[in-house]
């Protein structure tokens, strides 16, 4: 028998107790379990699905133009020796060192074109990648199928009166609507999308196109790095990061998880609390029987040692039981806040740490009651009863 | 019986509470020669609980000297008076005192749980100490499966697992029935014979037979020693009914 077959003893034979004290902090470190694994989750699952958000690199010929845009008005374009890409180059994309980072390429050519007597925006695109890039875009009826259909902005179908199904001549070649676009409020409402096949066919640019985005997933790969990789194996073309589309995600993720930092350090002061009180009413609960502890000869190091045990067995158990509630409630919760498909992040370090940061907090919650325990007069214990 | 073993010169004992000042202990002088069952008696408030923590190192007195088997309680540093109770003193309370989620075996075994001994050893020693007092049958039972005279069977096997020199008993008997009271004091008397010195608070008259001395205190000092004490000498009467 020592002081530690003394703390199992009264954890296991004071199960009430025991177990509102192990409750106290299997609670906060569920909480903090699931915060950190839900932030964590969610951060993995933005960086999986970063094409959610849009292109973050914007490839366009190189060229010494100097566009003249205020607000939204342009009032100049000096261009010298601007040209189109070669579509056939857009392959080399695939063949850099972070192509794995690559989740879409949207090559587009624009271009106008006479539609009803009145000039057009067209785009032409590869539909499968350019609705997949557009998140954001609703759409009554479906993207191209062919190269004889057209999606309307909504702007140009408002200009022009077109319906679902009807029929449309552009260019002098006959097209069906198959979508109408919801308003998104940019310049897209004021676009005729057809397959990229299409537009180069009525612009005459065979193999050519305007411009291309690109969706990397590149949280965890510099951005910069792949705008350099890209440049590389494009030369002649000028390739730039849209760090705004990363950062700004990323900043929301940033906030979300100074958000569960903050809330998790509130719960954990709580939990203290708790642990704190608890443990307050058990010492002055056994007055009696810390006095007879120090009448048969315990030192005050020996009641603080047996109170902090105490604390200590009850604290590994409670990081251990919250770590897997934590984990629980994460599985639970994780479909009802990520709009995706997330998967919970295993987080190897996550099951000591949750173990630590418990015990840690119930030492340190029991340091005062255990070093209370340990001043109290012997006489006034035994008086007490 | 030899020696001073328990030498105890001017003790005082002022307690301070609720701003007044109340004497417990005036001047006390004792002398107990090593092996000697004594017994203390007096009204309440006389100050036998007082000597019996000051004498137990659980109570520093505001002036004058405990000594014990030549050691100057008051005057060991730091925990060393824990370390004196472990060693040399026995405590036997009249309440029992019994951790209650302990068996008796391991409320027998508490005072060697801060000692560097086996778990074997310390076992072993606390089955043999629960076989003095007729209770190693009992020993896995909580007190709260025990009577009050098993129970405090039970205090004593604690108060002697560490074999102490000293055992210092409060009323005992206090709690217990006139046969019960009586196989206590019997034991206590059978400890006594082996060796043990013992000091013991109680009310109960019939417990002098088992004395070797019984003295008497009043106001804080020994008023008496029986049978010497004058016709009338209050021994055990409340001090306010």
Redesign the interface.
């Known amino acids: ?3 530690g ?2 703390a199992l ?2 954890l ?3 199960k009430t107790r025991a177990a509102f004290l192990i409750a106290g902090l299997l609670i906060g470190i569920a909480t903090v379990v699931a915060l950190l694994t839900l932030t964590s989750s969610l951060t993995v699952e933005a960086q999986n699905n970063m094409e959610n958000y849009g292109a973050n690199i914007l490839i366009t010929p190189q060229s010494n133009a100097m566009t003249l845009t205020y607000g939204g008005v342009t009032v100049g374009n000096v261009a010298v020796g601007a040209r189109e890409l070669n579509q056939a180059d857009l392959g080399k994309i695939l063949t850099i060192a972070n192509r794995k980072n690559i989740a879409i390429v949207a090559p587009k050519l624009l271009g106008a074109a006479t539609v009803k007597g009145k000039t057009m925006l067209l785009m032409g695109v590869r539909p499968d990648a350019e609705f997949k890039i557009k998140r954001w875009w609703v759409l009554d009826g479906r993207p191209m199928a062919n190269d004889a259909e057209l999606v309307a902005g909504s702007a140009a179908a408002r200009e022009l009166g077109l319906q679902m199904g009807d029929y449309v001549r552009v260019g002098g070649k006959r097209f069906t609507v198959t979508g109408l676009l919801h308003e998104t409020g940019s310049q897209d409402d004021n676009l005729l999308l057809t397959t990229l096949a299409a537009a180069q066919s009525l612009l005459h640019k065979p193999g050519r196109v305007s411009m291309v985005e690109v969706a990397a997933q590149c949280s965890n790969c510099p951005i910069e790095k792949i705008v350099a990789q890209i440049s590389g194996v494009l030369p002649g073309t000028k390739v730039t990061a849209m760090q705004q589309v990363v950062q700004s995600r990323m900043h929301a993720l940033g906030q979300f998880r100074s958000f569960s930092l903050a809330a998790a350090g509130v719960v954990l002061g709580i939990e203290a609390l708790v642990v704190f009180l608890t443990m307050m009413g058990s010492v002055n609960e056994r007055t ?2 810390i ?12 009641v603080v040692g047996l109170i902090l045990i105490e604390a200590a067995v009850a604290s590994v158990l409670a990081g251990l039981l919250g770590y897997l509630a934590g984990m629980g409630t994460t599985y639970v919760v994780l479909p009802f806040v990520a709009e995706g498909s997330a998967h919970v992040a295993w987080a190897p370090l996550l099951a000591p740490g949750a173990v630590l940061i418990a015990v840690a907090i119930g030492a340190a919650a029991s340091l005062y009651p255990a070093l209370h325990a340990s001043r109290m ?3 006034e214990a ?1 008086r007490a ?1 | 019986m030899s020696g001073r073993f328990i030498e105890i010169s001017a003790l005082e004992k002022v307690f301070t509470g609720e701003g007044k000042a109340v004497a417990a202990l005036r001047g006390l002088e004792l002398s107990v020669p090593e092996g000697t069952f004594l017994g203390v008696m007096g009204q309440s408030g006389s100050g036998k609980s007082t000597l019996l ?1 000051i004498l ?1 190192g ?2 520093h007195p505001s002036a004058g000297t405990v000594c014990v088997d030549g050691i100057d309680l008051y005057g060991l540093p730091g ?1 060393r008076l ?6 040399y ?1 026995g ?1 036997v ?1 009249q ?1 029992h ?1 019994l ?4 068996t008796a075996l ?1 409320n027998v ?6 000692k560097r001994m086996s ?1 074997v050893a ?2 072993a020693r606390a089955l043999d100490v629960l076989d003095q007092v007729g209770l190693v049958d009992r020993a896995d039972h ?1 007190p709260s499966a025990m009577s009050g005279g098993e129970q405090e069977r039970v205090a004593i096997a ?1 108060a002697l697992v ?1 074999e102490p020199p000293l055992i210092l008993a409060d009323e005992p008997t206090g709690s217990l029935d006139t046969d019960t009271s009586a196989e206590i004091m019997a034991l206590l008397k059978h400890l006594n014979d082996q060796g043990i010195t013992i000091v013991m608070v109680t009310h109960n008259p019939e417990n002098q037979q088992f004395f070797h001395r019984t003295v008497v205190l009043r106001d804080g000092r020994v008023d008496c020693e029986l049978p010497a004490c004058e016709a009338g000498t209050p021994l055990y009467r409340p001090a306010r009914v």
Do not use: Q, W
């Not at chain 1, 006095?291 to 005050?300: K, L, N, T």
């Not at chain 2, 951790?99 to 302990?102: F, M």
């Open positions: 028998m020592n002081l077959s003394i003893s009264n296991r034979r004071r009696r029987e006095g007879v502890f120090r009448a048969i000869g315990f030192r005050r190091g020996h007069d012997p006489t035994l009863l | 923590a137990g659980l109570c925990e824990a370390d004196f109770r472990r060693e003193l405590f309370f309440a005192n951790v209650a989620y302990l391991e075994m508490l005072p060697l749980s801060v778990r310390k076992r909580l604690r560490n």
